[in-house]
Structure formats: structure tokens, C-alpha cells
């Protein structure tokens, strides 16, 4: 599985971040970085919460 970032849609909300962050962190402008695309067996409940939050659904998995 891999998660994908809507980076025009984002608007560094933060909400992913803590859901998820094993996978991202906001950086000191306030842009979401993907420190991992690929999402494994043990993240996923992690980047699911993560999309569940967001939003301005600009994250997805797929």
C-alpha cells in the first residue's frame, strides 16, 4: 500500500501528522513531508487514521 499527498489540496492542518507520525511530519513552513510513501503491515491502521483525519482529504491511499 502506498499514501499519496494532494500537496495543492493540503493545508498543513497538522491532523495527519499526529495520527501518523511514523510516516510524516510538518516542516518548519508548515508543509507536510511523506517521510514514507510505502505504507507496510504495520502502518496501516496508523495511515488509515491518517486519511480518516485530514480534512481537506489531500491524503488517499492506494
Known sequence: M???LDRPRCEGHGLCEEAA???MHLD????L??????????DAAPAN????VCPVAALRLV
Open 2 to 4: 502506498k499514501i499519496v
Open 21 to 23: 507520525p511514523e510516516l
Open 28 to 31: 518548519d513552513e508548515g508543509e
Open 33 to 42: 513531508v511523506l517521510d514514507r510513501e510505502q505504507v507496510d503491515e504495520a
Open 49 to 52: 487514521a491518517a486519511v480518516r
